[in-house]
């Protein structure tokens, strides 16, 4: 009989972006499977929200203010009575505090997940942290375990790079009713053909990025009858809008609101561009989910080789490369993609393949499950007597 696990996932993140999606679905994935799966996070975070929604186990708590000491106390009760086999941590202002709290409770497995590129410090805190308190870290991407490999000498055995895993829909549209789908949404005629922005802009910081794709859609325009789609927060249109009025290829760029129908829209794409979000200059994801998506969709990519995007997009492979900044390359990288169907056709062959094979939610799920395993006979192997060691 296969074990079955109560796992506790905590998060102080307040907003909805990838690693709060992820807990959630790997969330439901471990319910599915016949495992226990509580979430603490704050009351007001959509995590807390929807997972309380979605009818699993729910704690709030802050892991801010002044109060931490008390919730400390709050979450050693909250795990002793729990008992969980495992507490995942996805964040240093919960991993602080609940990985000491679920070592005074006598958590078995303790985990502290990684899924941002930003470099962290050899701070006391976090030794603490990733050596001392949690038994293993889980990252999204290589780019992010060679950091922390590199920072804190971890071993290979106690970091573990476990992509986010996509759940696809059973069936996709065909391409060119997904394309006519688009064309609706812009009033445009049915037969007209598009590219677009995998990452919607959604601060004004993005802005020079969706204009440097402009751009270099601009110096393509006379080579192919593509439309581009970029989409942008409501707040930004209106000076996107004012940026690209001057501009050749303003009749042919299209801004729409972030759409609901995201596999609808990634579908009708005949070329998608990944411009990553960084901070201070390394990738705010490993391997952002849209990405993921537009690869499941048969979407032929391109991006800039930031961070963990490089596990995924592999030049002349899964996508295209460009170096960022580079109009021409990225001008060119678009137009190879659109124009020379066979190649084309073999490297979204390959990404899709690859997304099937590492980066769905049952590849995930069963990636973390075979570390419970794995932490589970190291445990019994050090419960036997010492007699049986040496039998």
């Known amino acids: 009989m296969r074990a079955l696990y109560k796992i506790v ?18 969330s439901l994935w471990m319910e599915s499977q016949g495992h226990q799966v509580v979430i603490i996070a704050p009351e007001k975070s959509p995590l807390y929200q929807k997972a309380r929604a979605k009818g699993l186990s729910v704690y709030g708590i802050s892991f801010k203010g002044l109060s931490r000491l008390k919730q400390s106390s709050e979450l050693v009760e909250i795990l002793t009575n729990e008992q969980p086999y495992v507490i995942n941590c996805h964040g240093r202002s919960d991993g602080s505090i609940a990985l000491k709290a679920a070592q005074k ?10 899924h941002t590129g930003a470099k962290l410090k050899n701070s006391m805190q976090n ?3 990733y050596k001392k308190l949690s038994h293993y870290v889980f990252t999204s991407s290589d780019f992010i375990t060679d950091h922390l490999k590199d920072t804190f000498k971890l071993r290979d055995m106690d970091v573990f790079t476990i992509p986010g895993g996509i759940v696809p829909p059973e069936n996709l549209s065909p391409k060119p009713e997904a394309a006519k789908w688009l064309a609706d949404q812009l009033g445009l005629p049915a037969e007209e053909r598009f590219i677009g922005s995998l ?32 989409q942008a927060d409501p707040e930004r249109i209106p000076s996107l809008t004012l940026a690209l009025e001057n501009r050749r290829c303003r009749e042919r760029v299209h801004l729409l609101p972030p759409v609901d129908h995201t ?15 960084l901070k201070k200059g390394l990738p705010v994801t490993g391997i952002p989910r849209e ?14 080789p930031a961070g963990g995007i490089t596990d995924l997009v592999i030049d002349n492979r899964t996508g295209l490369l460009y170096p960022p900044g580079d109009l021409d390359r990225l001008a060119g990288r678009i137009a190879s993609t659109l124009i020379r169907d066979a190649g084309t056709k073999e490297r979204t062959h390959a990404a899709r393949e690859t997304v099937k094979n590492r980066h769905t939610i049952d590849a995930m799920g069963r990636n973390v499950i075979r570390i419970y395993r794995l932490h589970q006979v190291k445990l019994d192997k050090q419960r036997l007597p010492a007699s049986f060691h040496h039998a």
């Open 199 to 230: 990452l919607p802009c959604m601060s004004p910081k993005e802005e020079a990025e969706v204009l440097e794709i402009a751009e270099a859609f601009r110096h393509v325009l006379t080579e192919i009858p593509h439309h581009l789609v970029i």
């Open 263 to 277: 596999w609808q829209f990634y579908r009708a794409l005949d070329c998608g561009i990944l411009k990553p979000k």
């Open 127 to 129: 030794r603490s942290i």
């Open 291 to 304: 990405l993921v998506k537009a690869m499941f969709c048969s979407c032929p990519v391109i991006s800039t």
């Open 9 to 26: 996932h905590t998060s102080g993140r307040t907003g909805w972006n990838d690693p709060e999606k992820r807990i959630l679905e790997e």
């Open 105 to 114: 409770a006598g958590v078995p497995c303790r985990i502290i997940s990684r």
